[in-house]
């Protein structure tokens, strides 16, 4: 019997749009319950997941019942291991399983550690000064951590045909990154300056391009939400420093 | 399907609690290793750069592959040599424990060891009475729910896993410095009522010889006073 399997999601959250690569390369047939994250969670959704953040998984198969699953990378990690595909080899599947899938989470770490905070310190900067000096230390980052990880995509990491789990946990941002360097909501520097780096360019553009990595993908929504929320944020923070609350 | 004769050298510090989470998984799994103690009092060497030009303890040769960062090296101890510390990915239920672990160790550290952090940084007795309160909050919330079935290891384990193997150089941590008074023993009286499985599950993991094993107590009690104290000047 197969599996039974529902999705808490938003498809404008990168961490949920994980799962959604995760399952897609998996086969598994899922339900999709969408949250509205405009607004605050309802009390339902705080008994599936008291953290009342997206994704969160609940799983049924043969030993569990409606085991609930949350927190993005263990979500995918446990999709990864639950119907074993290319995405990641089964840990004793050989000698040498258990140091690829050390090598892609090592890689994950990296990025999640080295290149995440950029997003974020970006919408915050200020002048168009600030923010080409923060997207040459973006790009230098990216230079120095991720392109020699890189050596040998093909074009996936560590030399798979395939999508792996690393291209799961680090697509939905690339895809973010990319799409937001129009030159209003991210310089266009950042952008133009992660497509001269050789191997990371190859390897970002083939998982960008990727069926499992576009299914929910709606750049243009993304886009506006995006610019929307920073002006938000923005038009906050001036109430705040002008002593209105 | 492991190996039995991989080739092992560990680079370490036994003062640092990330490199601690490699010894505890060595000592469990009762494999032979090398150990390159790197000094962290002084600049990094070049030898080491080469090896991890983080220049971070822990690091792992491994067959000749040099493996770095604490988590990725843990997990990869755990798979090499199979359903010792966490059963393999393909194992009946073992997507399923897998995640657990993994999901209890990502709350330990982002929920409560966050918090408790915030102790080095206090400068009166108020501050560090709110920290207390916050962080006993965290555990009550967080963590004594994902112990209730401990025996006395994670998931219902009468031995180490790798849960253990993630967070017990902290846990000994908190237990021994509460014992000694350099974290306030309100910490521990009140996670020892309110969150009562937590506590005996952290009292099993600190007296545990695989963790105590490169514990020099008296030592990390001076050092961790002295940081203390020296937020507070």
């Not at chain 1, 961490?15 to 509205?36: M, N, P, Q, T």
């Not at chain 1, 959704?45 to 030993?63: C, F, I, M, Q, W």
């Not at chain 2, 108020?126 to 004594?144: C, M, N, R």
């Not at chain 2, 846990?171 to 969150?195: D, H, W």
Request: glycine content about 4%; charged content about 25%.
């Amino acid at each position: 019997m197969p599996p039974s399997i529902t999705l808490y999601t938003n498809h404008g959250c990168p961490y949920a749009h994980r799962a959604h690569i995760a399952l897609k390369e998996s086969g598994l047939e899922f339900e999709e319950v969408i949250i509205d994250l405009d607004k605050p969670r309802e009390p339902w959704y705080l008994e599936v997941n008291p953290r009342g953040l997206v994704p969160a998984l609940k799983y049924s198969d043969d030993t569990l019942k409606d085991e609930i699953i949350t927190e993005s990378a263990v979500v995918a990690q446990f999709i990864a291991d639950v119907k074993p595909t290319t995405l990641l080899p089964a840990s004793n599947s050989s000698p040498t399983a258990a140091l690829e899938r050390a090598r892609i989470n090592y890689f994950v770490d990296t990025w999640n550690t080295k290149i995440g905070s950029f997003m974020f310190a970006m919408f915050r900067a200020g002048s168009d000064e600030e923010k080409e000096i923060k997207s040459k230390e973006w790009v230098a980052a990216v230079q120095k951590e991720i392109e020699p990880l890189l050596k040998n995509a093909s074009p996936f990491f560590n030399g798979s045909k395939e999508l792996t789990l690393a291209e799961v946990n680090i697509a939905p941002f690339l895809l973010r990154i990319y799409a937001l360097s129009n030159g209003d909501i991210l310089p266009q520097s950042v952008k133009a300056g992660l497509e001269k780096l050789p191997k990371f360019s190859k390897w970002a553009n083939a998982t960008m391009s990727s069926e499992s990595v576009l299914t929910i993908w709606d750049e243009e929504t993304v886009v506006s939400r995006t610019s929307a929320r920073i002006q938000k944020m923005k038009a906050q923070a001036n109430r705040t420093t002008n002593g209105h609350k | 399907m492991g190996s039995t004769t991989a080739d092992i050298v560990l680079y370490t510090n036994h003062r640092c609690p990330w490199a601690h989470r490699a010894h505890i998984a060595l000592e469990e799994l009762k494999v032979p290793f090398k150990e390159e103690i790197i000094p962290l009092d002084t600049p990094r060497t070049k030898e080491y750069l080469a090896i991890n030009p983080r220049g971070l303890v822990p690091s792992i040769k491994y067959n000749g592959e040099i493996f770095t960062e604490s988590g990725p090296v843990s997990w990869l101890l755990a798979d090499a040599y199979p359903d010792k510390l966490v059963p393999a990915s393909n194992a009946k239920g073992g997507a399923e424990k897998r995640t657990r672990i993994a999901f209890f160790a990502d709350t330990y550290f982002t929920k409560f060891q966050s918090q408790l952090l915030k102790i080095f940084g206090a400068k009166t007795d108020e501050e560090i009475e709110s920290i207390v309160t916050a962080a006993v909050d965290q555990v009550v919330k967080e963590l004594e729910p994902l112990l209730k079935d401990a025996n006395p290891f994670f998931g219902g384990s009468d031995h180490i896993t790798l849960a253990e193997v993630l967070t017990g150089s902290f846990v000994i941590r908190l237990v021994s410095l509460t014992k000694a008074g350099v974290y306030p023993q309100k910490l521990s009286n009140s996670i020892a009522e309110r969150a009562p499985n937590f506590w005996k599950w952290a009292e099993s993991v600190a007296a545990h010889p695989s963790v105590t094993s490169i514990y020099d107590e008296e030592s990390i009690i001076s050092s961790t006073k002295a940081r203390i104290e020296k937020a507070r000047v």
